[in-house]
């Protein structure tokens, strides 16, 4: 796939920040949901998957991001629980895709015969994908992130297939929804991936520190009266 489009990543990360933040503003303090606001926010996952995967491909950095998205997605857990609202949140998904593919790749390493690598693939892949309905998102955002982690690893127009697929089932009540994931996804893999130029954010921790920081300032403000 011929890729030439040139986003700097660090740019899609302040997007995909704003747009995060403008759904959820929408879904707490704007009452009823902001129809809006939330069809802007439906580009937030897409390029948070996108540079995650992308980054995982890259720097195999797998040990790093459990501890994160355990540490942040029970701090996460714990925010929603304090306003009565689901504990689920995206760093579950994150976190249950991540260890898929880990595994994956532990059972590929240690196990030569090829016939113990596939019954373990399965196995894994099949507890994992069960584990990923109660994670936000649900079975649909579990097999997004795989199909973007297959295309960086296999460069086949199959998992573009897969990716445009999923990326329009993570929202499949709204057509509308599912139209703006499926176009965000389309372009962001057109994007060449090695573009990342100027750096505009030098903490590895923003996105971590923010997800649970912003939700509570909302249902704080929320909890205060200030809703429209």
Request: one cysteine or more; glycine letters at 6%.
């Amino acid at each position: 796939m011929k890729k030439y489009l040139h986003f700097n990543q660090d740019g899609l990360k302040i997007i995909a920040l704003i747009t995060m933040t403008l759904d959820h503003m929408g879904k707490i303090i704007f009452l009823p949901t902001c129809e809006p606001m939330t069809l802007i926010g439906r580009t937030a996952f897409p390029i948070f998957s996108y540079l995650i995967m992308l980054h995982l491909y890259e720097k195999k950095c797998f040990q790093k991001y459990f501890v994160r998205l355990f540490l942040f997605g029970t701090l996460t857990s714990v925010v929603l629980v304090l306003q009565n609202e689901s504990p689920n949140n995206i760093l579950w998904t994150f976190f249950v895709a991540i260890a898929c593919i880990w595994l994956l790749g532990k059972a590929f390493l240690v196990f030569e015969k090829t016939a113990i690598r596939n019954f373990l693939n399965i196995l894994i892949f099949t507890f994992c994908f069960f584990v990923s309905f109660g994670t936000d998102y649900s079975i649909f955002g579990f097999c997004y992130l795989l199909s973007l982690y297959g295309f960086f690893k296999y460069k086949s127009p199959l998992f573009v297939m897969f990716a445009l697929v999923f990326g329009g089932l993570i929202n499949p009540t709204a057509l509308s929804a599912a139209a703006i994931s499926i176009i965000t996804t389309g372009i962001l893999l057109m994007n060449n991936p090695m573009g990342r130029n100027k750096r505009y954010i030098r903490s590895k921790w923003l996105f971590y520190v923010y997800y649970p920081a912003h939700l509570t300032l909302l249902y704080a403000l929320r909890t205060a009266g200030i809703v429209f």
